[in-house]
Nanobody, 118 residues
Framework: QVQLVESGGGLVQAGGSLRLSCAAS????????MGWFRQAPGKVREFVGS????????AYADSVKGRFTISRDNAENTMYLKMNSLKPEDTAVYYC???????????WGQGTQVTVSS
């Protein structure tokens, strides 16, 4: 059974930092892309960034480029999202996902809340 489990969310002041983790289990993800998405109240879920498990190439939404960094630890089967210079508009539930190009984002975690106070 595939599981993606996020952790590391919380409350932080504007300008602060947080690191989210996504622990993956249940299958081999070597051919997968891993992604971070977020959904703020009343808004649609939006793409934050992604990383290819093999090779490590990354992509980011313009809104987080230069502030957020995605990385992964192959040995621990864990993906990370380091968020710096957080803004109140970064407040959302953050989800990790895994997928392949042919099938889209196939697996999702349960989400972790990030709240940035002004």
């Amino acid at each position: 059974q595939v599981q993606l489990v996020e952790s590391g969310g919380g409350l932080v002041q504007a300008g602060g930092s947080l690191r989210l983790s996504c622990a993956a289990s249940g299958r081999t993800f070597s051919n997968y892309a891993m992604g971070w998405f977020r959904q703020a109240p009343g808004k649609v879920r939006e793409f934050v960034g992604s990383i290819f498990w093999s090779g490590g190439s990354t992509a980011y939404a313009d809104s987080v480029k230069g502030r957020f960094t995605i990385s992964r630890d192959n040995a621990e089967n864990t993906m990370y999202l380091k968020m710096n210079s957080l803004k109140p508009e970064d407040t959302a539930v953050y989800y990790c996902a895994a997928g392949v190009k042919s099938a889209g984002w196939e697996y999702w975690g349960q989400g972790t809340q990030v709240t940035v106070s002004s």
